[in-house]
C-alpha cells in the first residue's frame, strides 16, 4: 500500500524543488512560484451536492503541484510531467465553450474561460505553467477538479487577483463553472471546495446550498484508526453527459420538480414524498438523496464526538443506499466494500460519482495490512485488475508552496 500515514509521509509527498526545475528546463525562464492542490475523498454525502444538501470531504496527501509564469501576451502554454507529448497552448480570446479544447487541457483552458467570464481575468493575462501529478485520473479523486484549482489559485497569486485570491468559496464557484460551462460535466461544487476549503486534520462539513462550511475534526491518529483508500482502476467519467452520473443529475431534478420543491434537500417527510412520486426509480433516488443527507449530519455528530470507530455503521448504510437505491456502484465496488468488512474494517463505502474508482473503509491500524491483502486476494480470485490501495490522512487543502 502507499502509505501516508503520519504527517512525515505528506510532507515528503511535497517536492517543490523538482517542479520548479522542471519548468525552468521547459521554459527557459524561473516560475515565479508553485502551488499544490489536492485529491479528496468523500467520507459522506454522495450526490446531495447537485440537490443543495451537505457533503464531509477530506483533501487527500496526494493532488497536482505546478509551477507558473504569468504573461501579459494573452496566450497560455500548459506542459503535463505525466503527458509529455500532450502540450498545449491556447489564446485566451480564442477560448470557446462550444468547441472546448478536449483532453486535459480543457480543464486548464476551462479555469482561463471561467475567470474571464466571472470579470476577474483581464484580457491579456497569460501564463506558462508546468504541471506534476500524483493523483490517479478516473479513480473518483478528484483528479480534475485538484487541476482546476490549483491553476485557478495559482492565476489568482500570480495576477495579482485580490478579490479572488483571498475568497476560497468564490473561487470553488469559478472551478466549478469551468468543470460545467466548458468541460462539459453537470457537477456539483463538492470537489473544488474539497480541494481549495479543506484543512488539515479535519473534515470539511460544507452546505452546497449556501456555500457555509465548518471544519470537523478526524484525528485518524488518536483513535487508531487509518482510512484505507480501493482504488479500483475501473475507471468513471464524469463529463459524459449521456453517461450515469448525467442521468441521475437528471432524475434528481425531475424528481424535485414533481414534488414542487426547490432541490431534493427541501424534502421533509421521506415517505410522504415518495408516495406522491408514481415512477419506482425516481423513489429509489429521493430515497437515497434525503438519507444520505442525514447521513451527514450523524457522521459528523459521531465526529465531534470523538467516536469515530462508530462511523463504520454510518460508511455500510451509505454504501448499500449508493448501491440499492442511486445504482451507482459497481461489482468491483461491492467487494471491496464487503471484503473490507469481512476482514476487519469497522465500516466502507464506496466514495465520488460512482461507476468505477475508488472506495474508502475505516480500518483499526493493526489490521491495515490483513484488509489490503484480503481485498487484493478476492479482486485477483474474482478475475479483477489488481486494486491499488493507498491509506491517507485528512491533508492540507489547496496552497502556494513557495
Ligand atoms: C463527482 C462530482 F464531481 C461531484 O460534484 C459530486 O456530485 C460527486 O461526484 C458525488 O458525490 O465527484
Not at 265 to 288: C, G, Q, T
Amino acid at each position: 500500500a502507499q502509505a501516508a500515514t503520519t504527517r512525515g509521509d505528506v510532507e515528503r509527498l511535497v517536492d517543490t524543488g523538482e517542479v520548479a526545475a522542471a519548468f525552468t528546463e521547459a521554459y527557459g525562464r524561473e516560475p515565479v512560484g508553485v502551488w499544490r492542490a489536492p485529491g479528496r475523498v468523500n467520507l459522506m454525502g454522495e450526490h446531495t451536492d447537485y440537490n443543495d444538501g451537505l457533503v464531509l470531504p477530506i483533501a487527500l496527501p496526494w493532488g497536482v503541484t505546478l509551477a507558473l509564469a504569468p504573461t501579459g501576451d494573452g496566450t497560455a502554454e500548459v506542459r503535463s510531467a505525466q503527458r509529455p507529448d500532450e502540450d498545449v497552448r491556447f489564446a485566451t480570446a480564442d477560448l470557446d465553450p462550444e468547441a472546448p479544447l478536449g483532453g486535459w487541457g480543457s480543464y486548464v483552458a476551462g479555469v482561463f474561460w471561467a475567470a474571464r467570464e466571472a470579470g476577474h481575468l483581464p484580457a491579456d493575462a497569460g501564463a506558462r505553467i508546468l504541471v506534476d501529478s500524483d493523483l490517479p485520473v478516473g479513480a473518483s479523486l478528484s483528479s480534475s477538479a485538484a487541476l482546476e484549482c490549483a491553476v485557478l489559485l495559482a492565476l489568482a497569486d500570480a495576477h495579482g487577483l485580490a478579490d479572488l485570491a483571498g475568497d476560497r468559496p468564490a473561487m470553488a464557484v469559478i472551478a466549478r463553472r469551468a468543470e460545467n460551462g466548458y468541460v462539459g460535466a453537470p457537477t456539483g461544487i463538492l470537489d473544488q471546495s474539497a480541494s481549495l476549503r479543506c484543512t488539515e486534520g479535519y473534515a470539511l462539513n460544507l452546505d452546497c446550498r449556501t456555500g457555509a462550511a465548518g471544519a470537523v475534526p478526524f484525528d485518524l491518529e488518536k483513535a487508531g484508526l487509518r482510512l484505507l483508500i480501493v482504488d479500483t482502476r475501473v475507471e468513471h467519467k464524469l463529463s459524459d453527459t449521456t453517461g450515469g452520473y448525467a442521468a441521475r443529475y437528471e432524475q434528481c431534478t425531475r424528481a424535485a420538480r414533481e414534488l414542487g420543491v426547490d432541490a431534493l434537500r427541501d424534502v421533509e417527510d421521506v415517505d410522504s414524498a415518495l408516495a406522491r412520486l408514481d415512477d419506482p426509480v425516481l423513489k429509489d433516488r429521493v430515497r437515497h438523496v434525503v438519507t444520505e443527507i442525514h447521513r451527514v449530519n450523524a457522521a459528523v455528530g459521531l465526529m465531534r464526538a470523538g467516536a469515530l470507530g462508530d462511523l463504520g455503521a454510518v460508511f455500510n448504510a451509505s454504501h448499500i443506499s449508493m448501491r440499492d437505491q442511486f445504482a451507482i456502484s459497481t461489482p468491483e465496488l461491492d467487494l471491496a466494500v464487503e471484503t473490507a468488512v469481512a476482514a476487519g474494517a469497522r465500516g466502507a463505502r464506496m466514495t465520488g460519482g460512482g461507476f468505477g474508482g475508488s472506495a474508502i473503509a475505516l480500518v483499526p491500524e493493526d489490521r491495515l495490512d490483513r484488509v489490503g491483502k484480503a481485498v487484493a486476494d478476492a479482486f485477483a480470485e474474482n478475475g479483477f485488475r489488481a486494486p491499488a490501495l493507498r491509506a491517507a490522512l485528512p491533508s492540507p487543502g489547496a496552497r502556494r508552496l513557495r
